[in-house]
């Protein structure tokens, strides 16, 4: 803070918001019951050297003095009200008089403290509305064009005492506003004036902050402590009310960049925006599921975005401190909660999402080389594998009870008003709590051999093929070779994706199984019938065995896809494939990983962490014509370009420092492949290996190489 200390007289000041630690909320939530739950307290620390040598500490104690400020009000998810009248001119300027304050109160610390791991949550540059309308009765609306996570900026002028009110939406009913609304988000009659715009009845949620003027000019305003979700923000002011200039500001936690990816195709150009958008409105101290309704750090959304949120931003620390939050939620049985920090409404139910507590870590460790993330975390990795024994199927062991399975899955109706899902799949739960409890199983064996555990890691490997045959016994059918639920349906994706990507099936059923999801999928012409956790799978799995079929499925158009999400006119990512949830939701933004590790090519290697040794295999597919994108890894930057000329391809390939890469040309053959126009196999750093599954696999050390090739 050199900067910021001025010779002679210098002040410091706080304002103490509410914040998570003492929520005022009353919704399903149940935020305002959290075990953290305490008055707002403050603690500071400023350490001063002098010229001369000599230092001072100020610190707060009980010579600090307080008084209630202008903010009313606030709470995280139901806004602020701020009153201008009551504001303080120079309260924390040198020279001012603190009459009638009182001594502020000194209170026990409530824990250890500890630095912030991460870094801190702040304002971005503000967008200015793309359209306005005057909605009559002092009301006007604002479209800024895009959907964010912050608040809005609002200048006016007016006399003291009047107020003015600002809400905020991500999608409202207005047909003036919205004219082309989808069916989808018709669920209650236009009649109601609350319907669908700025208050979310369903769990009494209403986006809001208020203002009132302390008059005399003009007066800027903006929240300090709560933030919305909205594309769309709603101004009511009082007679006598000039509403000046309206702004939306980003608000989400300051991660840098660390990957860009472009190609020729703008429906996927338009998909990588929007999962960037969407991850970051979702980047909030914790990772949350959406910056509107909930605000909640759900487990299974994180590990479902991690590695693309990683190929994007420098997560590193980030989800290094989220673990411990999530960690934090055990039970005396080890038992996890499905959001973390949680209230323990949700304790102990499910294997699916608090899985998080392995393969985050796990994740950290394969992309930045942190192995003190899992040797931290062993223990209660263990410990929540072992908790879901608790919820085995009366009378059968190792099949584990769920809750939430493969969240929002079509049904694959397609009726009218595209509302053909439901949130829990109707092939029923159990299939998913028990593969997720075998790969968190796996995960662990892999985790101990890392750390030097060869005892624990073959007793995982046993327990793991116990639950794979428990697994098959109670959901493969033989006959057909394909997988079911609990509850009978028709074939369905997720249910035999699952268990092929998982690693589930039996080798020797393994290509059938696989023969007759590929069939299902070109059935439907590339239309996805998968939920979450089924998404997750088969964009990990059909890019290695049919990446034609993979962009297919990543770009076309209809219902269900992501297309249909651009077709549609979305600028972040939904939660739901027919948009009638949360259009601000991450776990469809696993997509933009797929860009980064198929059609750039750029994959890590689990037993080189770090990137140390990676590989670069992209995919020439569907109607790309060239490829570019970046990851700022640990070593440095990697670099993966290509483009296609009628049959002639060049790929652009950097490689960092200290590291080595195993490159995969595409190629008809080797021969003819060239590297900076000599024979690739003659260049400097580069070693043939083999050709496989039409590539040309080379070995290279640290540098930059263009590959040419005929395909």
């Not at 697994?471 to 349906?489: I, S, V």
């Not at 088969?538 to 249909?564: H, I, K, S």
């Not at 014509?625 to 440095?636: C, L, P, Q």
């Amino acid at each position: 803070m050199t900067a910021d200390v001025r010779r002679g007289d210098n002040a410091l000041g706080i304002m103490v918001g509410r914040g998570q630690y003492n929520p005022l909320c009353n919704d399903i939530w149940r935020l305002g019951s959290s075990l953290w739950v305490g008055q707002p307290k403050a603690i500071a620390l400023l350490s001063v050297e002098y010229a001369d040598g000599t230092t001072a500490d100020i610190v707060t104690d009980g010579s600090w003095t307080t008084a209630g400020g202008p903010i009313l009000y606030d709470d995280t998810r139901h806004g602020e009200l701020y009153d201008a009248r009551e504001e303080k001119a120079g309260w924390n300027r040198p020279g001012f008089v603190a009459d009638g304050w009182r001594p502020a109160a000194v209170v026990d610390g409530s824990g250890p403290l500890y630095a912030q791991m991460m870094p801190p949550v702040r304002c971005f540059a503000p967008i200015a509305p793309v359209k306005t309308f005057d909605k009559g009765n002092g009301r006007t609306a604002y479209d800024i064009g895009r959907n964010i996570a912050g608040w809005a900026r609002v200048r006016v002028s007016g006399p003291a005492g009047a107020r003015v009110l600002v809400e905020y939406c991500e999608l409202p009913s207005d047909p003036e506003l919205v004219p082309d609304i989808h069916p989808s988000k018709m669920k209650f009659k236009i009649g109601d004036p609350d319907y669908a715009s700025f208050y979310d009845k369903s769990i009494n949620i209403r986006q809001q902050n208020g203002y009132i003027l302390k008059g005399g000019g003009p007066e800027t305003f903006e929240c300090r402590f709560s933030y919305k979700g909205f594309q769309y923000i709603r101004v009511t002011a009082d007679e006598g009310v000039t509403v000046e200039r309206v702004e939306g500001v980003p608000v989400h936690t300051d991660v840098a960049d660390a990957g860009s990816f472009v190609c020729s195709n703008e429906t996927v150009n338009r998909l990588q925006q929007m999962s960037r958008a969407t991850l970051l409105n979702n980047i909030h101290s914790i990772p949350t599921d959406c910056p509107h309704r909930e605000k909640q750090g759900w487990t299974a959304d994180t590990y479902m975005t991690d590695q693309t949120a990683i190929y994007n931003f420098d997560m590193a620390a980030f989800y290094a401190k989220w673990a411990t939050d999530l960690a934090g939620t055990a039970d005396r049985n080890g038992g996890l909660c499905t959001v973390a920090p949680s209230t323990g409404y949700d304790q102990s139910i499910s294997t699916v999402w608090p899985a998080a507590i392995v393969f985050v870590p796990w994740d950290l460790l394969c992309y930045y080389g942190d192995r003190r993330v899992v040797e931290r975390h062993y223990e209660t990795m263990k410990r929540f594998a072992e908790s879901s024994l608790l919820r085995q199927a009366d009378g059968k062991p190792e099949i584990i009870r769920e809750v939430l399975g493969d969240w929002v899955s079509p049904h694959m109706t397609l009726s009218d008003t595209l509302q053909s899902y439901e949130m829990a799949p109707p092939e029923g739960l159990t299939l998913y709590g028990t593969a997720s409890h075998y790969r968190v199983v796996k995960y662990l064996a892999g985790i101990a051999r890392y750390l030097d555990r060869p005892q624990e890691a073959e007793r995982m490997d046993a327990w793991a093929a116990r639950i794979a045959e428990s697994f098959n016994r109670e959901f493969f059918d033989p006959a057909t070779k394909t997988y079911h639920g609990d509850k009978p349906t028709p074939y369905r994706q997720a249910a035999n994706v699952v268990p092929l990507e998982y690693g589930i099936v039996p080798q020797s059923d393994r290509d059938a199984v696989q023969r007759n999801l590929i069939s299902d999928l070109q059935k439907y012409d590339g239309r996805i019938g998968t939920g979450f956790v089924g998404t997750m799978a088969l964009m990990d799995l059909l890019p290695q065995v049919d990446p034609e079929l993979a962009y297919r499925l990543a770009t076309q158009p209809a219902y269900p896809g992501w297309g249909f999400m651009v077709a549609n006119g979305a600028n972040t990512m939904w939660e739901t494939w027919d948009g009638s949830a949360s259009r601000n939701h991450p776990p469809f933004c696993l997509i933009s990983g797929y860009f980064y590790k198929y059609l750039a090519g750029i994959r890590c290697v689990s037993e080189y962490p770090g990137f140390k040794r990676f590989v670069i295999d992209p995919s020439v597919v569907g109607d790309l014509t060239f490829v570019e994108a970046w990851h700022d890894s640990m070593y440095g930057r990697i670099e993966s370009g290509w483009k296609r000329d009628g049959e002639r391809l060049t790929l652009d390939v950097t490689v960092p420092v200290n590291t080595s890469a195993v490159v995969h040309v595409p190629a008809a053959s080797a021969e003819g492949i060239t590297e900076s126009g000599r024979p690739a196999a003659e260049a400097p750093g580069v070693r043939f290996l083999r050709m496989e599954n039409g590539k040309a696999l080379y070995e290279v050390v640290s540098g930059t190489y263009r590959f040419q090739s005929s395909i």
